[in-house]
Nanobody
Framework: QVHLVDSGGGLVQAGGSLRLSCTASERTFSTLRMGWFRQAPGKEREFVAGISRSGRITYYSDSVKDRFTISRDNAENTVYLQMNSLKPEDTAVYYC?????????????????WGQGTQVTVSS
């Protein structure tokens, strides 16, 4: 498993922006597909965004598409989630996750390693 450390969460007003970071300890970071998930109180964990090993292919949930951008820097073993136009319904704990699968997945069961989570709170 890969050790992942999430950071960058905080409190922001609606319409604001945050950038989350997730750094991996794994030297083979570039061989892993990465994803961001989130879990709001009383709700199940849901997929937010995913990125291929090279970073050329990205995919998003409908609820964040056109507002969030996932990217990665393989030289720094880091994946990012830029979140713009934040809404109160984006409030959740955000987790980065790593998958060794070759094909894209939005299923949390396909991601074997997880960060500790970082809280994002959007006030109205």
């Amino acid at each position: 498993q890969v050790h992942l450390v999430d950071s960058g969460g905080g409190l922001v007003q609606a319409g604001g922006s945050l950038r989350l970071s997730c750094t991996a300890s794994e030297r083979t970071f570039s061989t892993l597909r990465m994803g961001w998930f989130r879990q709001a109180p009383g709700k199940e964990r849901e997929f937010v965004a995913g990125i291929s090993r090279s970073g050329r292919i990205t995919y998003y949930s409908d609820s964040v598409k056109d507002r969030f951008t996932i990217s990665r820097d393989n030289a720094e073993n880091t994946v990012y989630l830029q979140m713009n136009s934040l809404k109160p319904e984006d409030t959740a704990v955000y987790y980065c996750a790593a998958s060794s699968r070759i094909t894209p997945s939005r299923d949390s069961a396909d991601f074997a390693s997880w960060g500790q989570g970082t809280q994002v709170t959007v006030s109205s």
